[in-house]
């Protein structure tokens, strides 16, 4: 069981920066892939961004790449997003989540940008772009 707890949401203004934490309660020794997805009401949650568990391997939604970075901090067991140049239209509840890597094997881009990927969610965190 996974714990995933965000941080970091809130409100800025058009072409301003936030910078989103996820921290996992996940033991150090497990392997886990995490992620960032967002939501609006009524609309289907969309991939942000993944990380693979080694860091080696990251993977960005066509609507954010080149203005987001995804990285993870091992020694507190936390991933960030690094947001920059935000939208209004990017105002939305992000959620962290992750999914254990099983050893030996590879998975594809496609696999890490489906939110059925992922076993487990965070509560979310707000955030609203001000035009």
């Known amino acids: 069981q996974v714990k995933l707890v965000e941080s970091g949401g809130g409100l800025v203004q058009t072409g301003g920066s936030l910078r989103l934490s996820c921290a996992a309660s996940a033991s150090p020794s497990s392997a886990y892939s995490m992620g960032w997805f967002r939501q609006t009401q009524g609309k289907e949650r969309e991939f942000v961004a993944t990380?693979?568990?080694?860091?080696?391997?990251?993977y960005y939604g066509v609507a954010v790449e080149g203005r987001f970075t995804i990285s993870r901090l091992f020694s507190e067991n936390t991933v960030h997003l690094q947001m920059d140049s935000l939208k209004p239209e990017e105002t939305a509840v992000y959620y962290c989540a992750a999914f254990p890597e099983e050893p030996n094997t590879s998975y594809g881009s496609t696999l890490y940008r489906l939110a059925t990927t992922y076993d487990y969610w965070g509560h979310g965190t707000q955030v609203t772009v001000s035009s």
């Open positions: 990380i693979s568990w080694s860091g080696a391997t990251s």
